[in-house]
């Protein structure tokens, strides 16, 4: 998988890397919960990196082979927040795409909010339990009120 991964270049989705920065400025921790393993997931970062500084964008990232199990288990959430210092799982914010992003934010106890950038559209994303539905991740900072 790791040599697929890598052949095919890594196009971000509009607005994420504005918006992440936003949320940044705004006093926030990103972090990326990925389902994929860690092999895949550092060529297809490209520089928003593991940490902030350098350009890098995000706090910190985790991927699947990193914890006990994937997505749905909630596992990479919460091993982001012990990476970032967060403790109280109703100030996380979890976005995903997936049916198993949003499973995972459920086992997780964060706030889940399904995103229409993926493979979900509305009628899947209302079928599964979620507090919001964003357009893309460029559509959080507006959610949380920051400009």
């Keep these: 998988m790791g040599r697929y991964h890598s052949a095919a270049p890594s196009v971000g989705l509009p607005g994420v890397d504005d918006a992440l920065r936003a949320l940044t400025a705004a006093g926030n921790k990103d972090g990326l919960a990925n389902g994929y393993s860690r092999a895949v997931v550092d060529p297809r970062l490209s520089g928003r990196g593991r940490g902030v500084g350098d350009g890098q964008i995000l706090d910190a990232v985790v991927a699947s082979d990193e914890v006990a199990a994937g997505r749905p288990a909630p596992h990479v959430i919460h091993r982001l927040m012990e990476l970032t210092g ?27 909010a399904g995103v229409r950038t993926g493979e979900l559209h509305r009628a899947d994303i209302d079928v599964h339990p979620h507090i919001h539905v964003l357009g893309g991740v460029r559509d959080i900072p507006g959610l949380l009120k920051i400009s």
């Design 86 to 112: 967060v403790c109280d799982v109703r100030r996380v914010l979890a976005a995903g795409d997936t049916v198993n992003d949003l499973a995972a934010a459920r086992n997780a106890g964060v706030v889940a």
